[in-house]
T-cell receptor, first 118, second 116 residues
Framework: GAVVSQHPSWVICKSGTSVKIECRSL??????MFWYRQFPKQSLMLMAT?????????EQGVEKDKFLINHASLTLSTLTVTSAHPEDSSFYIC??????????????FGQGTRLTVV | AQSVAQPEDQVNVAEGNPLTVKCTYS??????LFWYVQYPNRGLQFLLK??????LVKGSYGFEAEFNKSQTSFHLKKPSALVSDSALYFC??????????????FGTGTRLKVLA
């Protein structure tokens, strides 16, 4: 089946630094990728949608300058949290759509990244 | 506005008993409906989906879900629960008319605890 690999699984960074999270589709071409944020014991909040080769579309309330999303290839999207602060600590999950499958195919999710800003 | 409701934060069930995790939605038209499961510190794993056709859909690990259009519900069920089913379950919908976006709307999640 389709595999989405997210790296790193967890990361600790100092306040003020930037951290990059990678999301790769291992065996399919991900025409669309999604980035979610999940707070403890809460649902997934969609942050942005990115299509390969174009700028990401951010959800209302998400700071595009703080959460930089790049989808430069059909197998890789990155989320960079810039100038991270403790309130950015969260669980970040990516998902990807296989452009070669029918429209009703489910999205495939990465394993998630636990970010802790100290 | 489009929304998904999972009215129960937690469901407890004894091992071997049937389980139901509830989901209702508010989306115009004929949405696609999904169930995902999440284990601690992991991403979401797909369980099953309803697109069209038979209202009862079967999925992974013995789970099934029943689509009820009149009640706008898509409850997840399993005839006999296992301790290993203990996890966080998310219901999600996608509006197929929003072409090109493929955005999902997730419920708040229901924690299932199966007691030995």
């Amino acid at each position: 089946g389709a595999v989405v690999s997210q790296h790193p699984s967890w990361v600790i960074c100092k306040s003020g630094t930037s951290v990059k999270i990678e999301c790769r589709s291992l065996d399919f071409q991900a025409t669309t990728m999604f980035w979610y944020r999940q707070f403890p014991k809460q649902s997934l909040m969609l942050m942005a949608t990115s299509n390969e080769g174009s700028k990401a579309t951010y959800e209302q309330g998400v700071e595009k300058d703080k959460f930089l999303i790049n989808h430069a290839s059909l197998t890789l999207s990155t989320l960079t949290v810039t100038s991270a602060h403790p309130e950015d600590s969260s669980f970040y999950i990516c998902s990807a759509r296989d452009g070669g499958r029918p429209r009703d195919t489910e999205a495939f999710f990465g394993q998630g990244t636990r970010l802790t800003v100290v | 506005a489009q929304s998904v409701a999972q009215p129960e934060d937690q469901v407890n069930v004894a091992e071997g008993n049937p389980l139901t995790v509830k989901c209702t939605y508010s989306v115009s038209g004929n949405p696609y409906l999904f169930w995902y499961v999440q284990y601690p510190n992991r991403g979401l794993q797909f369980l099953l989906k309803y697109i069209t056709g038979d209202n009862l859909v079967k999925g992974s690990y013995g789970f099934e879900a029943e689509f009820n259009k009149s009640q706008t519900s898509f409850h997840l069920k399993k005839p006999s629960a296992l301790v290993s089913d203990s996890a966080l379950y998310f219901c999600a919908v996608r509006d197929p008319t929003t072409s090109g976006t493929y955005k999902y709307i997730f419920g708040t999640g229901t924690r299932l605890k199966v007691l030995a």
